[in-house]
């Protein structure tokens, strides 16, 4: 895939394959109530240019699926593939799309999938608050931590 070179926010578009993996509504809902964020796009999202599409993916399609949960949009913190944990730097560069996407969205429920997700919402380690409901009066939503599929593919367990 070409890169996009209107995104200079980060270092990130130095070295991804894909710049700027935007979110994507999936399911047969005209308007999803629910938005997944999780952190960034994986090397398999980077190659193909869409969120969730690795094992990562494949993983939450199945928990949804098993909830009965057909209809979301589904997007990540950060935007770029990065090579480790994205820096605060790569979640501040991209605070500005998340924030418009939820505006664009305006989802009932978010589902903030493992730490930067939720530190993006909330604060704590997501191993103490996954599950937790927390309304946030400045989104108009409800946000739910949760652990996010990597992590679960991991450790199963912890499913």
């Not at 990130?12 to 952190?39: D, K, Y």
Request: net charge neutral; with cysteine; charged share 20%.
């Amino acid at each position: 895939m070409p890169r996009n070179p209107s995104c200079t926010d980060c270092d990130l578009c130095q070295s991804a394959s894909t710049v700027c993996i935007f979110g994507e509504q999936r399911g047969n809902g005209s308007s999803p109530q629910i938005m997944i964020v999780g952190e960034a796009p994986g090397a398999t999202e980077d190659a193909l240019g869409r969120p969730f599409v690795g094992k990562s993916g494949d993983e939450l399609k199945r928990i949804l699926d098993r909830a009965g949960i057909d209809s979301y949009y589904v997007t990540n913190v950060v935007k770029c593939f990065p090579a480790g944990t994205p820096e605060p730097g790569h979640v501040k560069a991209c605070k500005p799309y998340l924030e418009e996407e939820i505006k664009d969205v305006q989802p009932k429920y978010i589902l903030a999938l493992g730490n930067t997700a939720w530190h993006r919402f909330g604060r704590g380690p997501i191993t103490e608050n996954a599950g937790k409901e927390i309304y946030s009066a400045a989104l108009g939503c409800w946000v739910f931590p949760a652990l996010h599929p990597a992590a679960i593919l991991r450790a199963p367990g912890r499913r």
